[in-house]
Every structure is written in structure tokens, then in C-alpha cells.
């Protein structure tokens, strides 16, 4: 079955900053993947070239079979324009670790947005689908309210909402919990549990080993832009082999 991501050799730089040095990975469908590793290996950057936000120096990215950022002519690439990048992206959500939500709206309104003003959906239909998705993230009360009434791990739970309107094959999380506080964390976590439960197909960089643990298909560590090790949770968590996993996993756990 062609993986719903397949990065092979994937090398990005910012200048002089080699910041990914060949990434190989692979994600089926519904699979989770967990990236893990320290700050500054590279992690966030990978998932923005998975989602277009950043573009590709070398090696390739396949998203559902198809090379992001370009396209085959006459046995050549060529580099897609802003309006081919957008359709790629269709099928791709992004939860960061900021929620990003528009203040102005109420929760509803911000879960309604995309399919509305992207996609032109009836309002009706999106209004119904929207109210379903805040009672599936624990929210059904919590329509109407504006992002200043609700709390950080609800605000982020919004957030899931409003990136699975546009039902995405493909969910991406940047630390999502990094910036809640700690009694909040557990709301987050359980919602992305039952996401992977209902068959998601999900990277998500987390510190969360526990999560990582239990949830994960396969955990990826990286450090200085590399793959240093990866495989299943049992593995790459709780019998590393490389002494940088182990270094890393002493200071998180
Ligand atoms: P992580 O998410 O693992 O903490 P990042 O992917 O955010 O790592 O960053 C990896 C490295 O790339 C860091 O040294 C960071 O400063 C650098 N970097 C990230 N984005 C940019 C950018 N837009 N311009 C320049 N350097 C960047
Ligand atoms: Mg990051």
C-alpha cells in the first residue's frame, strides 16, 4: 500500500544551517508516528516540509503518493505554484503548539471557517458537522464561547476541531501539549488518543513518552538533524540502543 508519507534522503538548510541532513521515514495509514529528540534537531522543520510550509532543498517527500512542491512534465520536475501547493495540501491538518485560533469568533465559528471560506461548503451542512466535532473533543458546551472564555487545553482542543473540519487523511501535531499547563495536558492527550483509536494517520512531536508509549506505532528519534533510531515504542523508548536516545530520554522521563 503506498505510504500516506515517505521522505527519502530529505535534506533542508536555512543558509548555512543544515537544520535536516537526509530523513528517511515512512508512515502508513492509520498509523502514528511520534518524532522525539531535543530542541533544535530538526523536528518542527520536518513537519513543515510535510505540510508545504517549508520547501524541500533535497531528497524526496511523498504525501499520499504524490511528490510535494512538484510535478512531472515532459521527464522533468518543476516546482508547483502557489495554487497546486494549496490542492496538495488539502488533505493535511496542522495543530501547533500555539492554537491559533481567531479571537473574534466563537469556538463553532472557528471549527466552521475553513470548510466554509475555503471549501464553500453550505453553511448548514459545516454547522452540523462542526457541533458534532466539539462534543467528539468534549466541547458540545462550549459552542458559543469566544477563545478568551476558554482555557488553554480547551482552546487547544478547538484547535483539533477546526483542523478536522476539512477531514484531513493526514493530522500533523507540533508539541501540542508544550504549552498548557500541566492539569490540562491530559484533556489534549486523550482527545489525540481517541483520534489514533478512530484511525487517524498522525505524526506528532511530543515529549509525552507516556503518550509516545502507548499511542505511537513507531517512535522516531532525532537529534542534529538525523534519524538516530527509530522503531516501535518497546524499542526506541524503553530499550534504546544508541547512548544520544538514552542521554535524551533520561532528561525527559
Ligand atoms: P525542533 O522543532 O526540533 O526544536 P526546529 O525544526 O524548530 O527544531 O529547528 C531546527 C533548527 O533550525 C534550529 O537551529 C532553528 O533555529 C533553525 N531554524 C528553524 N526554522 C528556521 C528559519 N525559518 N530560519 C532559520 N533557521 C531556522
Ligand atoms: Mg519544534
Same mark, same amino acid.
Given at each position: 500500500?503506498?505510504?500516506?508519507?515517505?521522505?527519502?534522503?530529505?535534506?533542508?538548510?536555512?543558509?548555512?544551517?543544515?537544520?535536516?541532513?537526509?530523513?528517511?521515514?515512512?508512515?502508513?495509514?492509520?498509523?502514528?508516528?511520534? !518524532?522525539?529528540?531535543?530542541? #533544535?534537531?530538526?523536528?518542527?522543520?520536518?513537519?513543515?516540509?510535510?505540510?508545504?510550509?517549508?520547501?524541500?532543498?533535497?531528497?524526496?517527500?511523498?504525501? =499520499?503518493?504524490?511528490?510535494? #512542491?512538484?510535478?512531472?512534465?515532459?521527464? %522533468?520536475?518543476?516546482?508547483?505554484?502557489?495554487?497546486?501547493?494549496?490542492?496538495?495540501?488539502?488533505?493535511?491538518?496542522?495543530?501547533?503548539?500555539? &492554537?491559533?485560533?481567531?479571537?473574534?469568533?466563537?469556538? !463553532?465559528?472557528?471549527?466552521?471557517?475553513?470548510?466554509?471560506?475555503?471549501?464553500?461548503?453550505?453553511?448548514?451542512?459545516?454547522?452540523?458537522?462542526?457541533?458534532?466535532?466539539?462534543?467528539?473533543?468534549?466541547?458540545?458546551?462550549?459552542?458559543?464561547?469566544?477563545?478568551?472564555?476558554?482555557?488553554?487545553?480547551?482552546?487547544?482542543?478547538?484547535?483539533?476541531?477546526?483542523?478536522?473540519?476539512?477531514?484531513?487523511? !493526514?493530522?500533523? &501535531? =507540533?508539541?501540542?501539549?508544550?504549552?498548557?499547563?500541566?492539569?490540562?495536558? #491530559?484533556?489534549?492527550?486523550?482527545?489525540?488518543?481517541?483520534?489514533?483509536?478512530?484511525?487517524?494517520?498522525?505524526?506528532?512531536?511530543?515529549?509525552?513518552?507516556?503518550?509516545?508509549?502507548?499511542?505511537?506505532?513507531?517512535? !522516531? &528519534?532525532?537529534? #542534529?538533524?538525523?534519524?538516530? $533510531?527509530?522503531?516501535?515504542? $518497546?524499542?526506541?523508548?524503553?530499550?534504546?540502543?544508541? $547512548?544520544?536516545? %538514552?542521554?535524551?530520554?533520561?532528561?525527559?522521563?
Amino acid at each position: 500500500m503506498t505510504p500516506v508519507v515517505s521522505a527519502q534522503k530529505l535534506c533542508k538548510s536555512f543558509g548555512p544551517l543544515e537544520v535536516l541532513k537526509g530523513i528517511d521515514l515512512e508512515v502508513h495509514e492509520r498509523e502514528v508516528l511520534c !518524532l522525539i529528540g531535543p530542541s #533544535g534537531s530538526g523536528k518542527s522543520t520536518l513537519l513543515r516540509c510535510i505540510n508545504h510550509l517549508e520547501k524541500v532543498d533535497a531528497g524526496r517527500l511523498y504525501v =499520499d503518493g504524490v511528490l510535494v #512542491g512538484y510535478k512531472q512534465r515532459g521527464g %522533468k520536475l518543476h516546482e508547483l505554484r502557489d495554487k497546486e501547493i494549496a490542492a496538495q495540501r488539502k488533505d493535511i491538518g496542522m495543530v501547533f503548539q500555539r &492554537f491559533n485560533l481567531f479571537p473574534h469568533m466563537t469556538a !463553532l465559528e472557528n471549527v466552521m471557517e475553513a470548510p466554509v471560506q475555503v471549501r464553500r461548503e453550505p453553511k448548514a451542512r459545516v454547522r452540523e458537522r462542526a457541533s458534532e466535532l466539539l462534543e467528539r473533543v468534549g466541547l458540545g458546551d462550549k459552542a458559543d464561547a469566544y477563545p478568551g472564555q476558554l482555557s488553554g487545553g480547551q482552546q487547544q482542543r478547538v484547535a483539533i476541531a477546526r483542523a478536522l473540519a476539512m477531514e484531513p487523511k !493526514l493530522m500533523l &501535531f =507540533d508539541e501540542p501539549t508544550s504549552a498548557l499547563d500541566p492539569e490540562l495536558v #491530559g484533556d489534549v492527550l486523550g482527545v489525540m488518543r481517541q483520534l489514533a483509536k478512530d484511525g487517524m494517520t498522525m505524526v506528532v512531536v511530543t515529549h509525552e513518552m507516556q503518550f509516545a508509549r502507548e499511542v505511537a506505532d513507531k517512535v !522516531l &528519534f532525532m537529534d #542534529g538533524g538525523v534519524v538516530v $533510531e527509530d522503531g516501535p515504542p $518497546e524499542q526506541v523508548i524503553g530499550n534504546p540502543r544508541h $547512548e544520544r536516545t %538514552k542521554t535524551f530520554l533520561s532528561r525527559v522521563l
